[in-house]
């Protein structure tokens, strides 16, 4: 595996006991330039996940913590007016970060859920027709309850199509448990070494791109996508989005394990948490696509 890597996965898993694989997954989604859902219970180290990924790679941070009078304004940012200037200004809102938590999503309404999409999508917020670039990089993760608890709205497929991932920690083994029980895991992610900076993830991002992908693996993915469209054995079809995200992911894989080319490994490690939230499928079923797509190569 790439040596730094490893610091930053070693790093995170003295704040997030026994989780090697959800932040392996992290930093898949992260230096593919997509954006993280993570679906669980309350009290599961969501948001000390996110503040830590921020603290190791040195990226500022802001917490939006969603409720149901929420408005878009106090996520993009607002025009006021400035008597002694006699004109508006714009006053940024907490988007204006490089990783941004975007805490219980669900439990805000949908206009305040959809006001993330642009941003997401652009990396831009427009207030008053007129754009505001974000800070680059730019990475949102936002946390969901359980869509049967009370006071939520649950996200529109295409809202959960611009999430390029989407993971569930998960309850800890009971080895980590214990650990917590006994306060073991009293280092904070405050205190956690950065060890890199926002311009060596760029770069990062950018090697991604050269990671080779043969086309046997590319026709591999096309069979896994193509059997989500067949014979109704989902509601929710995968579409080329969908692909696209796979087979990057893929390549974000692979170079985490310091390899420059794809094997359909990557592809297996990667296809739940791309695939089960645009399928349709719960958080807690994850692995439960890939097993019920009859392809081998």
Same mark, same amino acid.
């Given at each position: 595996m790439n040596s730094t890597i490893q610091l930053i996965i070693d790093d995170l898993s003295t704040v997030i006991f026994g989780k090697q694989q959800q932040i392996k997954l992290s930093l898949t989604c992260l230096f593919s330039e997509g954006h993280l859902l993570i679906e669980d219970l309350p009290g599961m180290g969501k948001t000390t996940l996110s503040h830590a990924l921020a603290a190791v790679l040195g990226l500022s941070y802001q917490r939006i913590q969603f409720t149901s009078d929420l408005l878009p304004s106090d996520i993009l940012g607002t025009n006021i007016f400035d008597a002694k200037?006699?004109?508006f200004s714009f006053h940024q809102g907490p988007v204006f970060s490089q990783v941004v938590l975007g805490d219980e999503i669900n439990r805000a309404g949908p206009k305040t859920q959809s006001a993330l999409l642009e941003a997401m999508e652009e990396k831009q917020v427009? %207030?008053?027709s007129v754009k505001h670039a974000l800070p680059s990089p730019f990475? %949102?993760?936002?946390t969901? $309850?359980?869509v049967h608890q009370s006071g939520t709205y649950p996200l529109p497929e295409s809202q959960l199509d611009r999430f390029f991932m989407r993971i569930s920690l998960g309850f800890p083994d009971k080895h980590a448990e214990k650990n917590l029980i006994l306060g073991l895991n009293n280092r904070n992610y405050?205190?956690?070494?950065?060890?890199? $900076?926002?311009e060596q993830l760029t770069v990062i991002q950018k090697e991604i791109n050269t990671v080779t992908i043969s $086309?046997? %693996?590319v026709d591999y993915i096309l069979e896994l996508v193509a059997y989500t469209r067949q014979d109704n054995h989902f509601v929710n079809p995968l579409s080329p989005r969908a692909s696209i995200a796979l087979a990057r992911a893929a390549k974000s894989w692979a170079y985490i394990e310091g390899r420059d080319f794809v094997m359909p490994e990557d592809v297996q490690a990667v296809f739940p948490s791309v695939t089960d939230h645009r399928l349709g499928l719960n958080a807690g079923d994850s692995g439960y696509a890939l097993k019920h797509v009859p392809v081998s190569l």
């Open positions: 200037e006699h004109s427009t %207030v008053d990475f %949102v993760i936002a969901q $309850n359980p405050d205190d956690l070494p950065v060890r890199i $900076n926002p $086309n046997a %693996v």
